[in-house]
């Protein structure tokens, strides 16, 4: 059984950064596909960033492009959203979540962490 920790969340002011970690334990991290996700109040979880088991290939939802990045270290079993220029709009509960493929449909992945809030105050 695979578990998938958080950390990094917090406040923080617009235009501040934040670097998410997500741990993972319990099974072959490197095979398989990482992504972010994020939950406002009210709203539907929206995919925000994936990469591919090798890290090659990284995907991004319009509204982050240019402000995110996703990365992973396979020797450490963790993925990292690292969010740069934070908006008062990146404001939810984020997700990390494992599956076979890096796709932005969050019913592809298997596995979710426990979320972890960020709020950027404007």
């Known amino acids: 059984q695979l578990q998938l920790v958080e950390s990094g969340g917090g406040l923080v002011q617009a235009g501040g950064s934040l670097r998410l970690s997500c741990a993972a334990s319990g099974r072959t991290f490197s095979n398989y596909a990482m992504g972010w996700f994020r939950q406002a109040p009210g709203k539907e979880r929206e995919f925000v960033a994936a990469?591919?088991?090798?890290?090659?290939?990284?995907y991004y939802t319009d509204s982050v492009k240019g402000r995110f990045t996703i990365s992973r270290d396979n020797a450490k079993n963790t993925v990292y959203l690292q969010m740069n220029s934070l908006k008062p709009t990146d404001t939810a509960v984020y997700y990390c979540?494992?599956?076979?493929?890096?796709?932005?449909?969050?019913?592809?992945?298997?596995?979710w962490g426990q979320g972890t809030q960020v709020t950027v105050s404007s």
């Open positions: 990469i591919r088991w090798s890290g090659d290939t990284t």
């Open positions: 979540a494992e599956g076979p493929f890096a796709y932005k449909d969050y019913r592809t992945y298997d596995y």
